[in-house]
């Protein structure tokens, strides 16, 4: 098993600018998590998702969307890139009634100029 | 809402025990993980609290008060490999995850 895959690993957008993060798990998790991480600090939640089809805001949703079409994929989704972005977004994965136990990717790491 | 708080920094050096505190305020509490994360890397799950008392992992131990709110990760035998920061993180209703700053732990020769 891969795990928890992540693309791209870096990127830099320039300000307006959209992109997709991708994130693939094959561990057939149904829960799934996008949080970003800015320096020296902790993680915050910005989008999750229990099932395909099925999305829900986190701590900090503004700016960004998701969509879970299958069970492997949670791409994340930045429309108009703003300085305030730039952070590493990590994704990750866990099974219903294990929600503590998750499984993170290596993350991509984000620049926005 | 829900709020964590951890002390920023800990040394200590090989051999030594630490303890990593964690004290959390939150409307809704299913439990207390903690994950570790290396400089650069992703954070990864070290042990789970839903019910007061201590859960022993190897060298890790973790704590929890839930009348305190409150929490602590005890690490023994320390390594220069356990240099990292460690994360509570509080799960909540909905689905909800709330991570706390982090503690940065510096493992010294």
């Known amino acids: 098993n891969a795990g928890v895959t992540q693309t791209p690993k870096f990127r830099i957008l320039k300000i307006g600018q959209s992109m997709t993060l991708q994130c693939t798990q094959d561990m057939n998790h149904n829960y799934m998590y996008w949080y970003r991480q800015d320096p020296g600090m902790g993680l915050k939640l910005i989008y999750y998702?229990?099932?395909?089809?099925?999305?829900d805001k986190g701590e900090v949703p503004n700016g960004y969307n998701v969509s879970r079409s299958t069970t492997e994929d949670f791409p994340l989704r930045l429309e108009l890139a703003a300085p305030s972005q730039t952070s590493v977004y990590f994704c990750?994965?866990?099974?219903?009634?294990?929600?503590?136990?998750?499984?993170f990717g290596p993350g991509t790491r984000l620049l926005v100029l | 809402g829900q709020s964590l708080e951890q002390p920023s920094e800990v040394t200590a050096v090989e051999g030594a025990i630490v303890q990593i505190n964690c004290t959390y305020q939150?409307?809704?509490?299913?439990?207390l993980s903690w994950y570790q994360q290396h400089d650069g890397g992703a954070p990864t799950f070290l042990s789970y609290?839903?019910?007061?008392g201590l859960e022993e992992t190897g060298r890790f131990s973790s704590f929890l008060s839930r009348s305190d709110s409150y929490g602590y990760l005890l690490l023994q035998e320390l390594q220069m490999k356990d240099s990292a920061s460690y994360f509570c993180a509080v799960e909540g209703y909905g689905q909800n995850f709330v991570f706390g700053p982090g503690t940065r732990l510096s493992v010294l020769p």
């Open positions: 990750a994965s866990t099974l219903a009634g294990n929600q503590e136990t998750q499984y």
């Open positions: 998702s229990v099932g395909a089809g099925i999305t």
């Open positions: 939150t409307s809704g509490f299913y439990g």
């Open positions: 609290n839903a019910l007061d």
